[in-house]
T-cell receptor, first 112, second 115 residues
Framework: TQLLEQSPQFLSIQEGENLTVYCNSSSVFSSLQWYRQEPGEGPVLLVTVVTGGEVKKLKRLTFQFGDARKDSSLHITAAQPGDTGLYLCAGEGETSGSRLTFGEGTQLTVNP | DTGVSQNPRHKITKRGQNVTFRCDPISEHNRLYWYRQTLGQGPEFLTYFQNEAQLEKSRLLSDRFSAERPKGSFSTLEIQRTEQGDSAMYLC?????????????FGPGTRLTVL
């Protein structure tokens, strides 16, 4: 069974601070996707990373895929209250077909 | 709006009743997935279709659950004889496989409450 561990589970910071969310596994993934979810809504795709060592930037968000494709990180620079939400990483396994394995999520709160 | 749509958005039912949810994927996507998400957890895979064929089912999908995608477009998920433990958000996602990845786009979900 593939597992993805996300940390931290909860994060409460002040506006303007930087933060990093981690997603780790002992399994190799063919791709990894990051989503953001608001209460009562479905996850919204932020990025997909495919290549080991890949770095993608989306405005103040920087995503990195580990060289061995077993882990990933999301770094947010100068967080804003609008960044508040549940951040989920999800891996597409090399041997699990198309199913996504999700981490438990990181609940981020950015206080004004 | 050309995203994934789900209906109803909310469903409250009594234990023992049957419920059916509908998902309309992004029109050009041939893959459709169902996930279940309980409070404080990430989504868990239930089943997926490629066109009208159901290719994979999770062990989470008990005999009371059945999913169909009869014409390879919309899909329905039915839960028979609902139990309180079925209360969750049911999410649908769709994708189209590229050479590199199978990025899935999610709908807004159906929140089921079993009383």
């Amino acid at each position: 069974t593939q597992l993805l561990e996300q940390s931290p589970q909860f994060l409460s910071i002040q506006e303007g601070e930087n933060l990093t969310v981690y997603c780790n596994s002992s399994s190799v993934f063919s791709s990894l996707q990051w989503y953001r979810q608001e209460p009562g809504e479905g996850p919204v795709l932020l990025v997909t990373v495919v290549t080991g060592g890949e770095v993608k930037k989306l405005k103040r968000l920087t995503f990195q895929f580990g060289d061995a494709r077993k882990d990933s990180s999301l770094h947010i620079t100068a967080a804003q209250p609008g960044d508040t939400g549940l951040y989920l990483c999800a891996g597409e396994g090399e041997t699990s077909g198309s199913r996504l394995t999700f981490g438990e999520g990181t609940q981020l709160t950015v206080n004004p | 709006d050309t995203g994934v749509s789900q209906n109803p958005r909310h469903k409250i039912t009594k234990r023992g009743q049957n419920v059916t949810f509908r998902c309309d994927p992004i029109s050009e996507h041939n893959r459709l997935y169902w996930y279940r998400q309980t409070l404080g957890q990430g989504p868990e895979f239930l089943t997926y279709f490629q066109n009208e064929a159901q290719l994979e089912k999770s062990r989470l999908l008990s005999d009371r659950f059945s999913a169909e995608r009869p014409k390879g477009s919309f899909s329905t998920l039915e839960i028979q004889r609902t139990e309180q433990g079925d209360s969750a958000m049911y999410l649908c996602a769709s994708s189209t496989l590229t050479t590199l990845t199978d990025t899935q786009y999610f709908g807004p979900g159906t929140r089921l409450t079993v009383l």
